[in-house]
């Protein structure tokens, strides 16, 4: 594991080591044969290989099936969400009184059904661990921060790369 001692250092790293593999799982959901299939695998948590998304992995398989079909009652709608805010703002509406789908599991379903309908993020949204990171970085609480508000470094990143 290499010293990391700056904020170039973390983003150089992120770059060497796990961008390559968050563009595959992009990839993957973009190359679904419908928006029904992408919902389908987006609401499970499921990899290429059928596997949960380390991610989701434990959230009850009876709360991401509720997910998924609540999700699928919805897919007229999420058809024609134009930008990844809009997308995000649906799913978040969506989870909203289901027990155990929290912010992570909204971000990450987005993801995923936007790389399909190539919607990206435009925003570093803020859960789980991106929080943690704003809180260390000094930034906002709220719940998604804009690219140009972060240190320089992590200009060199996508928002959904950070």
């Known amino acids: 594991m290499p010293t990391l001692r700056s904020l170039d250092d973390i983003v150089q790293d992120y770059i060497r080591a796990w961008r390559d593999r968050q563009g595959h799982d992009c990839r993957w959901f973009a190359k679904q044969p419908s928006l029904e299939a992408t919902i389908k695998a987006a609401g499970m948590a499921l990899t ?3 596997k949960r ?4 992995r ?3 398989r009876e709360a991401l099936r509720a997910w998924t079909r ?12 134009k930008t990844f805010s809009e997308l995000y703002e649906l799913l978040g509406e969506t989870a909203a009184d289901m027990h ?6 909204v971000y ?3 993801t995923r059904i936007g790389a399909f309908l190539r919607l990206k993020p435009d925003y570093v949204y803020l859960h789980a661990g ?5 809180r260390a970085l000094g930034l ?18 996508s928002p959904a790369d950070i």
Do not use: M, N, Y
């Open 70 to 81: 609540a999700l699928l009652r919805r897919k007229q709608r999420i058809s024609r969400t």
């Open 100 to 105: 155990g789908i929290g912010a992570l599991v």
């Open 53 to 56: 998304q380390s991610h989701q």
């Open 140 to 157: 906002g609480r709220g719940e998604r921060i804009r690219r140009s508000h972060l240190p320089a470094a992590f200009r060199r990143l």
């Open 48 to 50: 290429e290989q059928g």
């Open 130 to 134: 991106t929080r943690e990171g704003a």
């Open 108 to 110: 990450d379903t987005a």
């Open 58 to 60: 434990r959230i009850p």
